[in-house]
């Protein structure tokens, strides 16, 4: 599985990287059905709350799950994208 994170409008940490990662992994041992993964971090209004944008697309066989989030922190908004998506995901695993 492929796991690709993008900034946008900052530089991201060590410490997020490896935040992102460690989440997105504990969900695609639970459906491993997800084959690509693209997060996409992105620092909306410099110097005012509810700034951190996180974008997160799961890659599945037929199928694209997306979901987007705004937080006061990166990894509340990660953390938000990943409960949609694992409904997302669950309802597609439903279906097969």
Known sequence: MDINIKAIHFDITDKLTAFVEKKIEKICRRYEAVT???VN???VKPETAMNKEAGIKFEVPGNELFASKTADTFEEAVDLCLDALEKQL???KEKK
Do not use: Y
Request: aromatic share 0%; glycine share 12%.
């Open 36 to 38: 690509g993964v693209e």
């Open 41 to 43: 971090l992105r620092l």
């Open 90 to 92: 669950e309802k597609n």
